[in-house]
């Protein structure tokens, strides 16, 4: 290379250096961390604060299933009490409210019950992810 082409160099710059500052302490001291599945174990205030959550958000679903189902066998007496003419319906020669109360409410038992399982399985799961992060 000739001198000509090398790129030009700057001037050194006037002034303080650049200096890193580290502290002495690598380490800072830390409160220890129970993880909160120990606070559950033993059944510290904080731990039961967290298993009242979670009993509570399970009670809250309970309820609302139940009230659901209640709503749905409670209302069928009424439907047919509001509708007189649904009572003279027949279904395969059964009257319209022995073949619903014989064969219609079983399976919205069980679809609730299925909801309610799912759910509740749901509200564990995020119980566990919440004992976990913390």
């Known amino acids: 290379m000739s001198p000509d082409a090398r790129p030009a160099r700057r001037a050194p710059r006037e002034g303080p250096r ?12 830390r409160r220890p961390r129970y993880p909160a599945t ?10 039961e604060v967290y298993m ?9 679903l309970a309820l609302f299933v139940c009230t659901m189902l209640a ?5 069928l ?9 649904l009572r003279e319906v027949h279904l395969l020669g059964v009257p319209l409210p022995w073949a619903v ?13 299925w909801w309610y ?16 992060r913390r």
Do not use: M
């Not at 120990?38 to 904080?46: G, H, N």
């Not at 709503?71 to 209302?75: A, E, F, L, P, T």
């Not at 399982?117 to 976990?132: P, S």
């Open 18 to 29: 650049r200096v890193a500052v580290t502290s002495p302490r690598t380490a800072a001291a």
């Open 38 to 47: 120990r606070e559950i174990d033993e059944q510290t205030r904080l731990g």
């Open 52 to 60: 009242r959550s979670l009993l509570r958000t399970q009670f809250r």
């Open 71 to 75: 709503c749905v066998v409670g209302g």
């Open 77 to 85: 007496p009424l439907l047919f009490l509001l509708i007189p003419e």
């Open 101 to 113: 109360l014989a064969g219609l409410i079983y399976p919205a038992f069980v679809i609730g019950a």
């Open 117 to 132: 399982v799912r759910q509740a399985e749901r509200n564990e799961r995020h119980f566990a992810e919440l004992v976990e």
